[in-house]
């Protein structure tokens, strides 16, 4: 049983960080989600644009 339970506090610590997180999802949460994503778009949108440029160089 001690060793149920060692295996559950690693568990127990991650429920305690995913509170933490979803009280930080209320607040920071979000906003980081949301930079991730813009990072990414944003990381799409200049291997499209470099892609566009090396193609228009090579037509050229």
Not at 1 to 26: G, K
Not at 31 to 45: K, L, R
């Amino acid at each position: 049983m001690a060793e149920q339970i060692t295996v559950i506090n690693p568990q127990v610590t991650t429920t305690t960080t995913d509170p933490t997180d979803s009280a930080t999802t209320s607040s920071s949460g979000p906003s980081t989600d949301m930079y991730i994503a813009i990072a990414i778009v944003a990381g799409t949108i200049c291997v499209i644009v470099v892609c566009i440029m090396y193609c228009a160089e090579k037509i050229t």
